[in-house]
C-alpha cells in the first residue's frame, strides 16, 4: 500500500502549501521557506529541524542521519573490517601490504587533506581519504557518518588503496575515481541496498560522470574484465 504524502514540513512542521521540496528516495517534504532559509544537514543536505544533533567540529546532523549515525571508533573499525571482508569476498580485493584504518573530525580531515591525501572531485564533500605516507597507509574516515555512508565510503576509499598497490601508474582520473565509485556501488548493491546504489546512477554527484564511464567498461568486459583492464591502465 503506498505511503501517504506528507502533508507538513519535516524542518518547521507547518502545513505544506502547493509548493514543496523533497530529496531523493526521502519521505520528507520541506517548504521553500525552510529550503531557503534553514541550515542544512552536514552529511544528507536536508534542511535541519528544531530537533538536530550539534556535534563537537562544528557539523550539525539531522535527525534521520543521528539515528544511524556511527560515533564510537571501535564500532567504526567493526564496520570497516567487514566492509574490506565483503570487497575480498565479492571482487578479490585483498591488499598485500595493508592499511591502517582512523577515524577523525572535520578538522583533522582537512589538516589530513592539505598534507596530500587522495583527491577528491571538485564539489564532493570529503567524508573519508586515502593516504599513502612513505610505507603507512592510511584509510581515514570521517566520525559520525550514517552506517550506510560509512559503508559506501570506506569502499571507495579502500578501493583507492588497492589501485596505490596493483594500479600504480594509473593516472587517468576518470578511471581512478570512477574505479572507486563502481566498488562502492556494488558493495551496496552486494549487501542488499539497491536503492542506495541507484541513488549513485541517479542523483547528481561529481563523481557520477566517472561512475558511468567504468558502468559502460563493465556492459563490455564484465567485472572481472574491469578489474584487469585497470592494472593495465595508465
Same mark, same amino acid.
Given at each position: ?9 519535516? @524542518? ?21 521557506? $525552510?529550503?531557503? @532559509? ?15 544533533? @550539534? ?7 539531522? +535527525?534521520?542521519?543521528? +539515528? ?30 595493508? #592499511?591502517?584504518?582512523? #577515524? ?19 564539489? +564532493?564533500?570529503? /567524508?573519508?581519504?586515502? %593516504? ?9 574516515? /570521517?566520525?559520525?557518518?550514517?552506517? /550506510? ?5 570506506? +569502499? ?6 588497492? %589501485?596505490?598497490?596493483? $594500479? ?67
Amino acid at each position: 500500500m503506498p505511503r501517504p504524502e506528507p502533508t507538513t514540513c519535516a @524542518s518547521c512542521g507547518e502545513a505544506l502549501g502547493a509548493v514543496f521540496f523533497g530529496l531523493i528516495d526521502r519521505p520528507e517534504r520541506y517548504c521553500p521557506d $525552510c529550503i531557503a @532559509s534553514r541550515p542544512r544537514c552536514a552529511t544528507c543536505g536536508a534542511p535541519l529541524g528544531n530537533q538536530h544533533w @550539534s556535534l563537537h567540529d562544528g557539523r550539525r546532523q539531522c +535527525a534521520a542521519c543521528h +539515528a544511524t549515525a556511527i560515533y564510537d571508533p571501535h564500532i567504526a573499525e567493526q564496520i570497516f573490517h567487514q566492509t574490506v571482508a565483503a570487497l575480498i569476498n565479492q571482487f578479490g580485493l585483498r591488499l598485500n601490504v595493508g #592499511v591502517a584504518f582512523r #577515524v577523525v573530525d572535520a578538522p583533522t580531515m582537512a589538516q589530513i587533506r592539505g598534507q596530500g591525501g587522495q583527491l577528491t572531485a571538485e564539489g +564532493a564533500d570529503i /567524508l573519508g581519504l586515502y %593516504q599513502r605516507a612513505g610505507h603507512l597507509r592510511t584509510i581515514y574516515m /570521517l566520525y559520525g557518518l550514517p552506517k /550506510l555512508t560509512f559503508r559506501t565510503t570506506v +569502499a571507495h576509499e579502500y578501493a583507492h588503496a588497492w %589501485q596505490t598497490e596493483f $594500479c600504480p601508474l594509473l593516472q587517468d582520473e576518470l578511471l581512478r575515481e570512477g574505479f572507486a565509485e563502481w566498488v562502492a556501488y556494488h558493495h551496496l548493491r552486494w549487501i542488499g541496498c539497491d536503492l542506495a546504489a541507484q541513488r549513485m546512477i541517479n542523483a547528481p554527484h561529481p563523481y557520477r560522470p566517472a561512475l558511468e564511464h567504468v558502468l559502460g567498461l563493465e556492459l563490455r568486459l564484465g567485472a572481472a574484465g574491469v578489474i584487469e583492464y585497470l592494472k593495465r591502465a595508465e
